[in-house]
């Protein structure tokens, strides 16, 4: 069974970075989309960046130009590159694979990590 597991998360002041990383396990069926997605306390869970199988790339308005989404094929790995992180950055990051998918940001996807909190301060 594929199996995803994030790490790289913790805490930092405004203006900081993180690279938060995503290993995927088990077998994985092609062509795929991988994603990234955050949830705060209270809110409903969005998605942040996604690189879909032909290499296409898609940022929320709110994390474009701070933050680098990325994988590594030969090591089954996704990555994400924070930088110049906001207290409004703070959540539950996930990590998300499946088939492609026409909405990238539309969390319906198959395969699902346990997260990994990012808290920024002010």
């Known amino acids: 069974q594929t199996h995803l597991v994030e790490s790289g998360g913790g805490s930092v002041q405004a203006g900081g970075s993180l690279t938060l990383s995503c290993e995927f396990y088990?077998?994985?069926?092609?062509?795929?989309?991988m994603a990234w997605f955050r949830q705060a306390p209270g809110k409903e869970r969005e998605g942040v960046a996604a690189?879909?199988?032909?290499?296409?790339?898609n940022y929320a308005d709110s994390v474009k130009g701070r933050f680098t989404i990325s994988k590594d094929t030969a090591i089954n790995r996704l990555s994400l590159q924070m930088n110049s992180l906001k207290p409004e950055d703070t959540g539950m990051y996930y990590c998300?694979?499946?088939?492609?998918?026409?909405?990238?940001?539309?969390?319906?996807?198959?395969?699902w990590g346990q997260g990994t909190q990012v808290t920024v301060s002010s």
């Open positions: 998300a694979l499946d088939t492609d998918a026409a909405n990238w940001s539309d969390p319906e996807y198959y395969y």
């Open positions: 088990g077998y994985i069926s092609r062509p795929m989309c």
């Open positions: 690189i879909d199988s032909d290499g296409t790339i």
